[in-house]
């Protein structure tokens, strides 16, 4: 059986505005200075959260230079289901760590575990039920990350 606890939880010690704050960081400079391949995906997340006033893709990339870590912060924002930046960050670090495991998985916290990627929690959460695996959502998919009991 798989563990369902959070396999990497013994070395969170930032607080989620924290990890939050260095994360969209990250994303920034992959957004601004990276080649297309690593600016493309954070450009369609700014683009789906409806953060700056490009409508199109291909504008978003002509501009994104001009990118600013507000821009960044207010999209990771969008995707938790806070209206702003200062709303999250108000309330973001009452909430468990696993809030925003999505972004650890992204920035590479689970990679020296096996991993398996379902459609969506619900499937995850049955399979999870059989074999263990500690479950993170992401976007409308679900991933079991799995570490030995």
Request: glycine share 6%; with cysteine.
């Amino acid at each position: 059986m798989w563990s369902t606890s959070c396999p990497v939880s013994s070395s969170i010690s930032v607080s989620n505005s924290d990890y939050l704050r260095e994360h969209a960081r990250r994303l920034l400079r992959h957004a601004r200075e990276g080649d297309t391949s690593a600016a493309m995906p954070v450009l369609r997340r700014l683009l789906a959260a409806r953060i700056t006033r490009a409508e199109r893709l291909a504008d978003l990339h002509a501009i994104r230079g001009e990118l600013q870590l507000k821009h960044l912060l207010a999209m990771l924002a969008a995707e938790l289901g806070y209206a702003s930046w200062d709303v999250c960050q108000a309330d973001i670090d009452a909430q468990a760590g696993a809030i925003i495991d999505r972004y650890r998985l992204d920035a590479g916290a689970f990679n020296d575990f096996e991993k398996n990627w379902f459609a969506n929690e619900r499937e995850a959460r049955e399979w999870q039920r059989e074999h263990g695996g500690y479950i993170v959502r992401y976007g409308e998919q679900a991933v079991a990350i799995l570490k030995r009991e």
